[in-house]
């Protein structure tokens, strides 16, 4: 397991953009999957992206396809969810989550949480 720590939350205009950080401070997260998921009161977390742990495959849940943008930087200590054209149902407890991913699986098995960063979209 690594210890994940998420940063890049706060409050954003409707329409505006955001970029998500996920690190795990002393470790690289080459190799493993990364995921986003966001929490909102009152409703089940929901998975918003990932990116897997070979061949950098990435997924995007519907509410986020053609807005959102995971990569992971050069270094490989990085992971970034970047978030265009926001809305206010993009608002909610982000999380990043690390895994190593069933054998024939591209996310999953998320057994590492950072603790979660506020994202709020209002004006």
């Known amino acids: 397991q690594v210890q994940l720590v998420e940063s890049g939350g706060g409050l954003v205009q409707p329409g505006g953009s955001l970029r998500l950080s996920c690190e795990a401070p002393g470790d690289i997260l080459d190799g493993y999957a990364i995921g986003w998921f966001r929490q909102v009161p009152g409703k089940e977390r929901e998975g918003v992206s990932c990116i897997s ?71």
Request: hydrophobic residues 30%; glycine residues 8%; contains cysteine.
């Open 53 to 123: 742990n070979s061949y950098d495959q990435t997924f995007y849940a519907d509410s986020v396809k053609g807005r959102a943008t995971i990569k992971r930087d050069d270094t490989k200590e990085t992971v970034h969810l970047e978030i265009n054209s926001l809305k206010s149902e993009d608002t909610g407890i982000y999380y990043c989550a690390a895994g190593i991913p069933p054998h024939h699986a591209m996310c999953g098995n998320f057994t590492s949480w950072g603790p979660g960063v506020q994202v709020t979209v209002s004006t």
